[in-house]
Nanobody, 121 residues
Framework: QVQLVESGGGLVQAGGSLILSCTAS????????MSWFRQAPGKEREFVAA????????SKADSVKGRFDISRDNAKNTLYLQMNSLKPEDTAIYYC??????????????WGQGTQVTVSS
């Protein structure tokens, strides 16, 4: 069992940056592939980025490539999402999730409660 808590969301102007954090409880954080998803009002939840248990492999949605970076610090049980050059269409609730492997990211077992990111134009 792992509990996930996101933080770092807020209101930012277009072109600005934010860093989201996801802190996990328990001592098994380092064994999970971790990811970020987001859900905008009236839209389905979508994949943003994922990172393997050791940080050696990452994957990102085309819509955020070149702007967002995912990283993790297993010693701190924390996952990060560095978001640069933010656009109004990035406005959404951002969720972190834990899965047994990169192949099962879409079926992540554990989810955080989400943090709101709002980008003004």
């Amino acid at each position: 069992q792992v509990q996930l808590v996101e933080s770092g969301g807020g209101l930012v102007q277009a072109g600005g940056s934010l860093i989201l954090s996801c802190t996990a409880s328990g001592r098994t954080f380092g064994s999970y592939a971790m990811s970020w998803f987001r859900q905008a009002p009236g839209k389905e939840r979508e994949f943003v980025a994922a990172i393997s248990w050791d940080g050696s492999t990452t994957s990102k949605a085309d819509s955020v490539k070149g702007r967002f970076d995912i990283s993790r610090d297993n010693a701190k049980n924390t996952l990060y999402l560095q978001m640069n050059s933010l656009k109004p269409e990035d406005t959404a609730i951002y969720y972190c999730a834990a899965a047994s492997s990169m192949r099962t990211i879409l079926f992540s077992r554990f989810w955080g409660q989400g943090t709101q990111v709002t980008v003004s134009s």
